[in-house]
């Protein structure tokens, strides 16, 4: 089956720590994106790529770094820099060059550090 | 830059009513397209539909129909017919035509009663 698959579901750290979340998509797509969401907050957009070997800062993406090796992985590392890490992070991925298509989301993964 | 406003936090409706959800944005850029989430307590992210700026008519899918006024720039969103299963968040989105950025409200939790 296509679609998105993000792992762990829900991950434990301690506080300093990086933790890397992963996202790994089958759907082909060029686009992909990761959210912060807390509650009350909505999503929050941390990086996006449009392409392999390119990405782009979204709105929060201080304390967080990405990678894009391949067309269908999107790494996210939360690093120690991050003030306020514990929340639930969405990955979501869509076609490109295409400002209609909608995107596809993983199941995401709840960080809680401690 | 892009902007989405949803001013209801929470919306409560009986069962087999209608309810409209209030989505405003705010763009430059005369090609974009506006979306509509469904976030059960579940956490997964449904798509629900979808309306392009060029559109000439409102998006409609099964209960779901977009109320587009270009003008005023807002997306609403009516849901016929509410059932017990529509209880969840909803989320408006946009993603301008030049740019892959796709950006979120904060949401509208939607409760439906018996």
């Known amino acids: 089956d296509g679609g998105i698959t993000q792992s762990p579901k829900y991950l434990f750290r301690k506080e300093g720590q990086n933790v890397t979340l992963s996202c790994e998509q089958n759907l082909n797509h060029d686009a992909m994106y990761w959210y912060r969401q807390d509650p009350g907050q909505g999503l929050r957009l941390i990086y996006y790529s449009q392409i392999v070997n390119d990405f782009q800062k979204g709105d929060i993406a201080e304390g967080y770094s990405v990678s894009r090796e391949k067309k269908e992985s999107f790494p996210l590392t939360v690093t120690s820099a991050q003030k306020n890490p514990t929340a639930f992070y969405l990955c979501a991925s869509s076609i490109s060059l295409t400002w209609g298509a909608e995107a596809f989301f993983g199941q995401g993964t709840r960080l809680t550090v401690v | 830059a892009q902007k989405i406003t949803q001013t209801q936090p929470g919306m409560f409706v009986q069962e087999k009513e209608a309810v409209t959800l209030d989505c405003t944005y705010d763009t430059s850029d005369p090609s974009y397209g506006l979306f509509w989430y469904k976030q059960p307590s579940s956490g997964e992210m449904i798509f629900l539909i979808y309306?392009?700026?060029?559109?000439?008519q409102n998006a409609t899918e099964g209960r779901y129909s977009l109320n587009f006024q270009k003008a005023r720039k807002s997306a609403n969103l009516v849901i016929s017919a509410s059932q017990l299963g529509d209880s969840a968040m909803y989320f408006c989105?946009?993603?301008?035509?030049?740019?892959?950025?796709?950006?979120f409200g904060k949401g509208t939790k939607l409760t439906v009663n018996p």
């Open positions: 309306q392009g700026s060029y559109d000439q």
């Open positions: 989105a946009m993603r301008e035509g030049g740019s892959e950025k796709l950006v």
